[in-house]
Structure formats: structure tokens, C-alpha cells
């Protein structure tokens, strides 16, 4: 099992730029798919960004070009970049861990990211 929190949320004005961490427990982070998801008032949870424990990338293409995930296996965290917001990307921001071997699937608590003037 691992347990995940995420810091880094905030307010941010139309342009500006947040990043996004979350720190992991456990010894075989490396081997899990990492993933950010966001939750906005009133919608589903969806994904924004993930990488695999073999560094593979995936965005959401709303995001491409502005977001950019990266992972430090020696450290257990997760990180996402996030650039040029807009106000649609205000939402609660969740770190998400999946294990592909047992399908174990983990989250944290969520930090809320508002972008606006």
C-alpha cells in the first residue's frame, strides 16, 4: 500500500504558473503508474497527466504544451508543472498511484488549484 499527499495548490492569476508535488510512501514507487487527475465543481474526476515506472507521458490535450509531469524515483515524489493557467483549469488536483501487478490503485487527499483575477 502507499499513501500519497500533494502540496503546492493555490491561487493563481489567468497566465500564471503552480507546480503541483506529491510525496509517496513506500519502497516500489518506481514501479507504479504515476498520474495527476482534477475534479471541477460539479464534473468527474479526469486525468490530466500520468507516466509509467518506464517513464512513459501522457497529457490530456487541453494541457499539452502547458503541464509537464515528471517523477524522481530516488526521492518518491511526483511533480506536475503547470503553466500558463486558465480558469478552466481550476479544479481539486488528486496524485494517483496505480500498481499494474495487483491493479491497486491509490489516492491522496487532493489540493485545490483557483485560477483567477
Known amino acids: 500500500q502507499v499513501q500519497l499527499v500533494e502540496s503546492g495548490g493555490g491561487l493563481v492569476q489567468p497566465g500564471g504558473s503552480l507546480r503541483l508535488s506529491c510525496a509517496a510512501s513506500?519502497?516500489?514507487?518506481?514501479?507504479?503508474?504515476m498520474a495527476w487527475y482534477r475534479q471541477a465543481p460539479g464534473k468527474q474526476r479526469d486525468m490530466v497527466a500520468k507516466i509509467t515506472s518506464g517513464g512513459s507521458i501522457y497529457y490530456v490535450d487541453s494541457v499539452k504544451g502547458r503541464f509537464t509531469i515528471s517523477r524522481d524515483n530516488a526521492k518518491n515524489t511526483l511533480d506536475l508543472q503547470m503553466n500558463s493557467l486558465k480558469s478552466e483549469d481550476t479544479a481539486v488536483y488528486y496524485c494517483n498511484a496505480y500498481f499494474p501487478v495487483t491493479k491497486g490503485t491509490y489516492w491522496g487527499q487532493g489540493t485545490q488549484v483557483t485560477v483567477s483575477s
Open positions: 513506500g519502497s516500489i514507487f518506481r514501479l507504479y503508474t
